[in-house]
């Protein structure tokens, strides 16, 4: 099984900063990663599929990099709706499909 | 539009039985594989169960393995999850979700909330 570890586990960032957020494979899972929103009491969202492609309707500011067993997720411009939980899940090698633990990205 | 709504959820004992379903419209739903994906209260996401568009693949995680079957009805545009033998460590909000691609999931269904308790 596939481990996928994200950091930092809660990142405090003001409004209009950058944000990166980390995920890390136990082994190489290629470009084969996709990154989620969650907000309190809503299903998860899909942002970006494929490391790096963004999901239709996604805005430009959330951009994802990465290959092999290091992603980045980075918010270039936070807004105030981009206050959130983020997932990471790697669909390399399943089953099973495995997520990241989450970073909460909560408002300085 | 994509829509996945869920139901069935409740409270059961340990050791009972309930059965979760996904409704689906908005696209053909018999062209795409579908996952359950479970979240527990304060936690991550947990994958549960796949099954491709004509239930040829069906696979599931080891935690569940012998105790949840995953099922479709393709002329009913639904998806099931039979859950026996419950635990009160499967107690979560279920979510059914549409699989594109090599297995990303792009839409999401509401959830529906599993309380297993005595």
């Known amino acids: 099984e596939i481990v996928m570890t994200q950091s930092p586990a809660t990142l405090s960032v003001s409004p209009g900063e950058r944000a990166t957020l980390s995920c890390r494979a136990s082994q190489s899972v290629s470009s084969n990663l996709a990154w989620y929103q969650q907000k309190p009491g809503q299903a998860p969202r899909l942002l970006i599929y494929g490391a790096s492609t963004r999901a239709t309707g996604i805005p430009a500011r959330f951009s994802g990099s990465g290959s092999g067993t290091e992603f980045t997720l980075t918010i270039s411009s936070l807004q105030s709706e981009d206050f959130a939980v983020y997932y990471c899940?790697?669909?390399?090698?399943?089953?099973?499909?495995?997520f990241g633990g989450g970073t909460e990205v909560e408002i300085k | 539009e994509v829509q996945l709504v869920e139901s069935g959820g409740g409270l059961v004992k340990p050791g009972g039985s309930l059965r979760l379903s996904c409704a689906a419209s908005g696209f053909t739903f018999s062209s795409y594989s579908m996952n359950w994906v479970r979240q527990a209260p304060g936690k991550g996401l947990e994958w549960v169960s796949s099954i491709s568009g004509t239930s040829t693949y069906i696979y599931s995680a080891d935690s569940v393995k012998g105790r949840f079957t995953i099922s479709r009805d393709n002329a009913k545009n639904s998806l099931y999850l039979q859950m026996n033998s419950l635990r009160a460590e499967d107690t979560a909000v279920y979510y059914c979700?549409?699989?594109?691609?090599?297995?990303?999931?792009?839409?999401w269904g509401q959830g529906t909330l599993v309380t297993v308790s005595s």
């Open positions: 979700a549409r699989v594109n691609g090599r297995s990303w999931l792009d839409y």
């Open positions: 899940q790697q669909y390399n090698n399943w089953p099973p499909l495995t």
